[in-house]
């Protein structure tokens, strides 16, 4: 008697599952900003906390808005919108903001609604666009997340670096 | 200099266009009116009105005004509720630290280093 589909499938199927690769991923955190949807790789978050009464500081770069005591601690806070040149945020009190870290520096970052953390294949990565203007020379990548749309990765020591350099040069 | 752990200090706090700024009482002359001597300029912003102005004089120097909006009182201030300023806000000649009141930092002012007569201002 001829075999069936599925005795045929049977007889070529294998003893046990086939170990599959692992795709190597990243935990980001997530968080919204004017029109941007920004991801941060999480190692560089250290806490998501409330906007304190905000101190300006003078003579310094627009983006750098000022201090704010933060769990006994003084602190810089940074509207990366200004940073990126992607306009302004508005800092309201008791607002969201998170606090970044790098290289030992610790600076608190506005956000407009903070999403969390999600993994991200690394192979889904894209490149940042080419001529993408000046937020393009901070950005370590694109995604397009099929929950959240299009991320964009930010390079979060990068931006650190530039800003602390801009700061000393004033 | 003493190697005296201070404790407390007495900071001057006053107002200039809506921020709150302390300085070291003793480096404090007195607080006069906007016109008693030559003012530094606005080194730390532009006062709303400026009729105040605290004046200070550091040693063997004439009298210079800081213009202001207001004094809102002496502190006395314990030494754990002083901050540095973090390294991210960058290098400031005359703002030395903050003092942190509850979850507010009030920027902690260097009056002598805002004075532009001082003669180190003149070769920096």
């Known amino acids: ?170 | 200099m003493s190697d005296e752990v201070v404790e407390t200090v007495e900071i001057v706090l006053f107002d200039i266009a809506g921020t709150r700024y302390g300085a070291d009482m003793t480096q404090v002359r007195r607080i006069g009116r906007h016109d008693d001597a030559d003012s530094v300029g606005a080194p730390l912003g532009t006062p709303l009105e400026g009729r105040r102005a605290i004046i200070f004089a550091s040693s063997g120097h004439h009298e210079v005004a800081l213009l202001i909006d207001g004094v809102l009182g002496v502190h006395t201030v314990s030494r754990g509720e002083l901050r540095r300023l973090p390294l991210a806000a960058g290098p400031s000649p005359y703002i030395i630290g903050a003092w942190l009141d509850r979850d507010q930092a009030v920027l902690l002012v260097d009056l002598f280093a805002t004075n532009p007569f001082r003669p180190e201002a003149s070769h920096a």
């Not at chain 1, 690769?21 to 941060?40: M, N, S, W």
């Not at chain 1, 310094?60 to 005591?69: H, K, N, Q, Y």
Request: charged share 20%; proline share 11%; net charge positive.
């Open chain 1, 1 to 170: 008697m001829e075999p069936t589909p599925l005795q045929r499938a049977l007889a070529e199927a294998p003893e046990k599952t086939r170990p599959q690769a692992p795709r190597p991923e990243e935990e980001f955190f997530i968080f919204k900003l004017g029109a941007l949807t920004l991801a941060i790789v999480s190692k560089h978050i250290r806490e998501v906390s409330r906007l304190a009464p905000l101190t300006p500081l003078p003579r310094t770069p627009s983006f750098l808005l000022g201090v704010v005591g933060n769990r006994g601690q003084v602190m810089p806070v940074i509207d990366l919108l200004r940073f990126l040149q992607q306009g302004e945020s508005k800092p309201m009190p008791g607002g969201r903001l998170f606090v970044g870290e790098s290289n030992g520096l610790l600076v608190a970052f506005l956000a407009d609604h903070v999403i969390g953390l999600r993994r991200i294949f690394v192979a889904d990565k894209l490149p940042p666009p080419a001529g993408g203007g000046p937020a393009a020379e901070f950005l370590d990548g694109l995604v397009q997340h099929r929950e959240l749309g299009s991320l964009s990765l930010l390079d979060l020591p990068k931006v650190l670096q530039a800003a602390r350099a801009s700061v000393v040069r004033r």
